[in-house]
């Protein structure tokens, strides 16, 4: 979660075309992390089924969550994926397919790993 006077320690990127049907699971799981020191970053890429609205509901339920969505026209997943990075501002890349989970202690084993 990004609060100004505490530097974000990962920005997760996490790429989206037409995946309403996992969306809001591989949120959950982000917002399950032991570590809380994140944002999250989704490029919704041209996608044409209900990401957009589940990105806009999700956000709107977690205000305390740093949730940053880039729309951009269909571009591909690497196109996607580098519109979040340019719009990241944590210390670390956490990259996430959003149609995957994560378990709760993922980004505080990395962090424990980088720190080591």
Not at 48 to 71: F, G, R
Not at 78 to 105: E, H, K, S, T
Request: hydrophobic share 40%.
């Amino acid at each position: 979660m990004n609060h100004s006077s505490t530097p974000v320690l990962f920005s997760v990127i996490i790429p989206a075309y037409n995946t309403a049907d996992y969306l809001e699971a591989t949120l959950d799981t982000v917002r399950g992390q032991s570590l809380k020191s994140y944002e999250i970053c989704v490029t919704n890429d041209g996608s044409t089924d209900e990401t957009a609205q589940i990105l806009a509901t999700y956000k709107s339920k977690h205000p305390e969550l740093s949730i940053i969505v880039i729309d951009q026209e269909n571009q591909g997943m690497g196109a996607a994926r580098n519109a979040a990075i340019r719009r990241a501002l944590g210390r670390w890349l956490a990259f996430l397919d959003a149609d995957d989970v994560w378990l709760p202690g993922k980004l505080e084993q990395v962090w424990n790993h980088l720190e080591a």
